[in-house]
Structure formats: C-alpha cells, structure tokens
C-alpha cells in the first residue's frame, strides 16, 4: 500500500477539555502520512490556547486557524479545506477522537476500492462526557439492510436516514472539492455532504470500531432543534430521486397545512419542485386556500397515492 497524505481537520468550539485527547489519537495513529489543520471558531473558552500549547509542547507541525468572531463551522470548514494539500480529508470535533489505527485502515480500504469510491465510514464507540461507554440508537450489526454484498452503502440510505457518524468517516479530497464548499445556512452540514457525494460516488462501510463519537448532554435550543427538524425534512426531499420519501413528506406537510401550522419557507419552495409532489398539496400552497377547503379537496378528491 501506498502511502497518500492524508490531511486531518480538527476543529473546534468551546472543547478545550477535550483537544488534547483528540490531538493525542491524531498523534499516535499508526499511519503517519498527516498533514494536520486545527481551527478554532472563537470559542468561549480557551481552546485557540489549549491547541497552541499542545502543538507547542508536542513538537507538532500544524496549521492554525483561529477566528477572532464567530462565523459559523460552515464557513471555518470551507476555509479549512481551501489549506488541505492531502489526497484524502477527514474533519473530526474536537471532542472526538480516533482509535489509532482509524486512518491506515480506512486509507487501504479506499486505495483497494478505487476511485469509484468518494468516501468511507466506520462503526464507531459511542462515549459520554466522561469517555464512559453509553448507548446510542444506531447499531450496525442490527442494519444489514443499510449495506450492498459488497460493503458499499446502498444508495437511497442517506435520502431515508443520515446513517453516518462524522468522526468515522475519510473523504476522497476530489470528491469534496467537486460538491461544493458547505453552505452556511445548513447546520446539518454532514448530511448534506454525505448526500452531495452519494449521488456521485460510491460509499464505502468498514465494520469496525475504528473511532469514538462523544455524546453530550444536549444545548441544543428549541429553535434551533426546530431548525434541524425543518432541514432534515428538506435535505430528505432535495435528494430524494425517486419518491422513496413522498408519502412521508406529504404526511409531514400535508397535517401542517390542516392544523394552519406554519410551513417553513425553505420546505414550502422545494416541495413546490419535489418530482414527486402530490397534485392537491401543491395547488394548496400555490394558492393560499383555507384548510377547511384543504380538507375539502383531500376528503371528496380522489385518494392521495
């Protein structure tokens, strides 16, 4: 096997407990072909330092990216990646960190496969803030139907379920550069990435523990928990090529319309384009007519398919 580098983007936000572990997994991989950015996005805690001091103190080479103002990890990961002189890319938290052969493993299994292949994942430990093991819905070894015979993901996975965990995953850097920078109005930004490169590559799965993925007490908001309800829906119906979603989408927006919710724009304006939209939804959001009219339509119309 060959030996391409291999650029490694950490990058974090307010993780200054963590880093060290994260640098130190960097560190001892077995596969020493790395080229290592770190980015910081104006944390509130010390992190820029704690990177500093660990690159300082372990005679590391690195890249630095440290903001000044929070601009978001989209627009850090797109400036990340403009300094990535590596054939292949992984982009890891922080807070994450590697199992040591993580990277030779997935760097043969991605130069046996060829170039049909834009990026791998593995299975994964999922660990707590105290680096004890904790549960985690997704399981492998209970999803074989996630998977082709031949270990490659099938290819309408991601459109019905984000299967992938981040830290696991190395990407062709062709592959990343062809689909575009990340858009900084999207918070699920590996998903849309994953999705962007499924519908041009193959991806592949290796069935090992080959990283761990922190799960922290959630911080997350109601609204921006409501933003990534909303984004998840849209990402589901953007890519969806062939209606393995409609009858979900349909349900979703169609019960909205009824109960007069709101439709968020961004779901409205793509389901408007969504191939496999449904005739009397779309005449109802066209239109503005009143739910009750909207009930009319759904209950004397013919059956919605």
Request: charged residues 25%.
């Amino acid at each position: 096997m060959g030996t391409p580098l291999v650029t490694v983007i950490s990058v974090s936000y307010n993780h200054s407990r963590y880093i060290k572990e994260n640098l130190d997994s960097i560190k001892n991989q077995t596969y020493k072909n790395i080229q290592l950015i770190v980015g910081d996005d104006a944390s509130l805690d010390n992190s820029a330092k704690v990177f500093q001091e660990w690159l300082q103190s372990n005679n590391y080479d690195a890249i630095t990216n440290f903001h000044n103002i929070n601009t978001g990890l989209a627009t850090m990961l797109n400036e990340c990646i403009e300094l990535a002189e590596g054939k292949y890319v992984k982009i890891i938290a922080s807070d994450d960190y590697l199992h040591p052969e993580s990277i030779e493993t997935c760097v043969a299994a991605m130069e046996k496969s060829g170039d049909e292949y834009g990026m791998i994942f593995t299975d994964f430990w999922a660990i707590d803030d105290n680096n004890q093991s904790t549960e985690l819905f997704l399981q492998y070894n209970s999803h074989n139907h996630f998977f082709n015979s031949d270990g490659s993901l099938k290819k309408d996975q991601l459109v019905k379920y984000n299967c992938i965990i981040a830290p696991t995953v190395l990407m062709r850097k062709d592959a990343l550069i062809s689909t575009g920078k990340y858009e900084p109005h999207i918070l699920l930004e590996d998903h849309d990435r994953w999705l962007r490169i499924n519908e041009i590559k193959k991806i592949l799965f290796i069935n090992k523990k080959l990283a761990y993925y922190r799960v922290l007490p959630t911080s997350v908001t109601n609204t921006r928990n409501e933003r990534m309800i909303e984004e998840d829906i849209y990402i589901r119906m953007k890519y969806d090529k062939t209606g393995i979603n409609k009858s979900n989408l349909f349900h979703y927006i169609s019960t909205k319309y009824r109960n007069s919710e709101k439709i968020p724009a961004l779901i409205k304006n793509e389901y408007l384009q969504y191939p496999f939209r449904v005739k009397r939804l779309t005449f109802a959001l066209k239109n503005n007519i009143s739910p009750f009219l909207y009930y009319l339509l759904l209950k004397f119309g013919k059956k919605i398919k």
